[in-house]
């Protein structure tokens, strides 16, 4: 008796692969699966986003092509001058360096540990409620408020030093200064660069309390219970755990701040950067002056000074067909140095970005 062989099953039809490639541009103002309306907005981003990095890229080519020629070491080295030809930025660009340098000493320490407080102390109080929303409000207040502000407390500190004062009153002469740990301290600062700083500290510090503050926001609840289930104390917690998962959102704060001191100018005018230098702060012009003589670097804090944004603005008012030339070589120099500063927060920032574990 012979046997059936058993019928072969069929084969299952093949499933076919889905596309997962994202649609490209053309598809997408070809309308494929869109609306009309998402084609249009499509096309509105479109344009809005190109045509921003057009005008950006035109007016650097142009300030590029006004300052070829002119930026050269001799333009580094050289102090600011009548002559469009002898003109540089040594003064400024010295000015500039010890203005940001006092400027993060004095803001960053302050605005971080404020956002710890306010985050991670404070209770949530009518009190803590409206710190915050004051805050956020002096983040939008107009920097001409912070340069009258700083010309009151810091350069005049409320006329309490002058000839007819309160101390003079109160001591039968006038108090010109002290002297701590053999540092002799001019009082009031008048215009030197600690009150400049001092004045771009008071300017950037809401952004940087704002900033720290939304970032340790965005640290993970867990993160502190399991610190704390751990034996923690919450200082510890804060210090190894907080702090370091949101210091990648800090630095984002901290580059966004400084890059809008940088460029500023009307605080600065009115607390007193003059607007012809010839001399860098305590007469520093190289790494190696403070190396000869260190006492050098106490003179600096109050010392006359400019900065780069004032100085560009001095030579565009200038009525010389050359000095053009000079200011766009001095945008140059002030663009380069903002992204050099950019750039190395931006590193250190990445750095600790690349450890998080959360």
């Known amino acids: 008796m012979s046997q059936t062989p058993a019928p072969t ?4 039809p093949a499933t076919p692969v889905p596309n997962t490639s994202a649609p490209s541009t053309l598809e997408m103002l070809q309308g494929r699966g869109t609306s009309r309306k998402g084609l249009w907005f499509t096309v509105a981003c479109w344009t809005a986003t190109w045509s921003s990095v057009a005008i950006l890229a035109f007016l650097l080519l142009a300030i590029l092509f006004q300052a070829w020629g002119w930026l ?24 500039s360096f010890w203005t940001i340098l006092l400027t993060i000493l004095f803001a960053v320490p302050v605005g971080i540990g404020a956002a710890i407080y306010l985050q991670e102390y404070a ?53 010109l200064g002290i002297s701590i740990l053999g540092f002799d301290i001019p009082l009031p600062f008048g215009e030197s660069v600690v009150a400049g700083a001092l004045t771009m500290s008071l300017l950037i510090l809401p952004m940087i ?13 867990s993160l502190r219970h399991a610190s704390y289930a751990l034996g923690a104390s919450q200082w ?20 966004l701040a400084i890059s809008r001191a940088v460029g500023e100018t009307a605080p600065l005018i009115l607390v007193g950067a003059a607007a012809y230098v010839p ?13 000869k003589d260190p006492g050098k670097l106490t003179e600096v804090p109050f010392s006359k000074f400019t900065v780069l944004p004032i100085q560009i603005f001095v ?4 009525t010389g067909t050359k000095f053009p030339h000079v200011a766009a070589a001095g945008i140059v120099v002030l663009m380069i140095g903002l992204l050099l500063l950019n750039g190395i927060a931006i590193l250190i920032r990445n750095r600790f970005q690349k450890y998080a574990r959360w």
């Open 315 to 318: 030579w565009v008012r200038e």
């Open 9 to 12: 099953p069929a084969a299952a």
């Open 209 to 221: 309390i704002v900033a720290s503050q939304e970032a340790l926001k965005a640290v993970p609840a």
């Open 236 to 255: 510890q917690t804060i210090w190894n755990q907080v702090l370091p998962a949101s210091l990648p959102g800090i630095l984002t704060g901290i580059i």
């Open 123 to 175: 209770s949530d109080s009518w009190m803590t409620r409206l710190i915050r929303i004051n805050i956020a409000n002096l983040a939008g207040v107009p920097s001409i408020v912070y340069g009258i502000l700083g010309l009151t407390v810091f350069v005049r500190m409320f006329g309490i030093f002058a000839k007819e004062g309160w101390l003079a009153h109160k001591f039968g002469h006038q108090v």
């Open 72 to 95: 050269d070491w001799q333009f580094l080295v050289s102090h600011d001058s009548a002559t469009a030809e002898k003109a540089g930025v040594l003064s400024a660009l010295w000015g």
């Open 279 to 291: 001399f860098a702060p305590a007469n520093i012009e190289s790494p190696l002056d403070m190396v």
